[in-house]
């Protein structure tokens, strides 16, 4: 299948779009950590039942990205967008009206239905209209993605002091899908549909040993992710930081992870084997984790930068191999959405483990402990992703 080119202008146009949708991808759940404790003070929550607010988005991503390939090819990639991120901001915007746990729980599900639906999409969108420069422009939407988690973690307990509402600091984020709703609709003469790769169905992965092992590397990496978004903020409160300074903490993270999104893909960009800039990155991730356990009150900067600089790159990293085992985009995005189907359910359990950890041991040290050993795990794992053995691996 052709890469479907555009002009110069439509690119920047095109590319600009696609960041704001990204935008929109985690300040549902990164503005949650920060406020946990005025949350737990309002509606009656146990740190497990608190990890359900991170769990079910990602397990809903997860379980979305099995149908979001379907709902692309019925409706358009343009127009099933435009409903996910109608989705994401009627589900972000009820928060403001919520007064229990489960109405609470229940938007974070639906606007994880929407988050799916665009990750389902968009790297087979990018890797047909950016097709000369895959890595770098998903570098840039997935740093993008990490930029809104890092908006939401910075501001939201800022909006909580100016406006006294935990719910406003939650509801506030729905502009932001506002705003890309308006620039993505205004791309809709930019995006005619995709050419088909063929008429029979979807290609299953299903029997793909090499898909299970992209899949559950990805997911491993997602748990980290999800982990950290989930209960760093709240890890840093228990160690006397005040919810503000807590979310400025994960904010910093965040931003970290957003330079690390730019700049790893681009270094990647240069190699076809990139085993050893995911090997280190992995590195970074377990000395960042070995500094959160061991020396929690020191250099307090320096382990979220260390965990923020290897997660962020991770995260790239992870979607980057599974686009590169395929040439044609139709199907190098049914592997990344299986990849990443199969992947956010793996990932989804990380913040509840951590959770019931942190109810029974009363701390959550053991909880980072068990995530260094699953970045030793996925040092063996990356070994195995030798790029000229790529065709022979996915048929």
């Known amino acids: 299948m052709e890469n479907v080119r555009a002009t110069p202008t439509t690119a920047i146009w095109l590319m600009i779009s696609v960041v704001l949708v990204a935008l929109n991808l985690r300040p549902s759940m990164a503005a949650v950590g920060p406020l946990l404790s005025s949350i737990r003070g309002d509606v009656p929550l146990s740190f497990s039942g608190a990890a359900l607010l991170t769990m079910l988005p990602v397990m809903a991503m997860g379980l979305a990205m099995f149908f979001g390939i379907g709902l692309g090819k019925r409706f358009g990639e343009h127009r099933s ?33 929407g988050i799916a639906m665009i990750q389902a999409l968009m790297p087979a969108l990018i890797k047909t209209r950016f097709g000369d420069n895959v890595s770098l422009f998903m570098g840039l939407y997935v740093t993008a993605i990490m930029g809104g988690a890092a908006l939401a973690a910075s501001f939201a307990p800022f909006v909580q002091v100016q406006t006294g509402s935990w719910r406003v600091g939650l509801a506030i984020w729905a502009a932001l899908a506002l ?27 299903f029997g793909n040993r090499r898909a299970w092992l992209l899949a559950i590397f990805f997911g491993l990496g ?24 807590a979310g400025l903490l994960l904010g910093f993270l965040t931003a970290m992870e957003v330079v690390s999104g730019l700049v790893t893909p681009a270094i990647a960009n240069r190699r076809k084997d990139k085993r050893r800039v995911v090997a280190v990155l992995l590195v970074l991730i377990i000395l960042g984790l070995c500094g959160l356990i061991l020396m929690p009150q020191h250099l307090h900067l320096l382990w979220p930068c260390l965990l923020g600089l290897g997660i962020g790159g991770l995260f790239p990293m992870s979607l980057i191999l599974s686009l ?28 509840l483990i951590a959770g ?20 030793v795990v996925m040092l063996l794992i990356v070994t195995r992703f030798n790029p000229t053995h790529y065709a022979r691996h996915i048929q």
């Open 81 to 113: 967008i435009v409903l996910s991120l109608g989705v994401i901001g009627l589900a972000t915007l009820s928060r403001l009206f919520l007064d229990s746990a489960l109405e609470l729980i229940v938007s974070a599900i639906a606007a994880g239905v």
């Open 179 to 205: 705003l890309a709703l308006v620039f993505w609709y205004a791309q809709r003469a930019a995006m005619p549909p995709l050419p088909q790769a063929g008429s029979g169905a979807q290609e299953s992965f």
């Open 222 to 245: 997602t748990a980290s992710y999800t982990c950290v978004l989930a209960w760093l903020a709240p890890y840093y409160v228990e160690q006397g930081l005040s919810e503000q300074n």
């Open 324 to 351: 590169d085992h395929l040439d044609n985009p139709r199907r190098a995005g049914g592997l990344t959405a299986f990849v990443q189907g199969i992947g956010y359910l793996i990932a989804s359990l990380s913040p």
């Open 356 to 375: 019931m950890i942190r109810d029974q041991l009363g701390s959550f040290e053991w909880a980072w402990w068990s995530l260094t050993a699953v970045a």
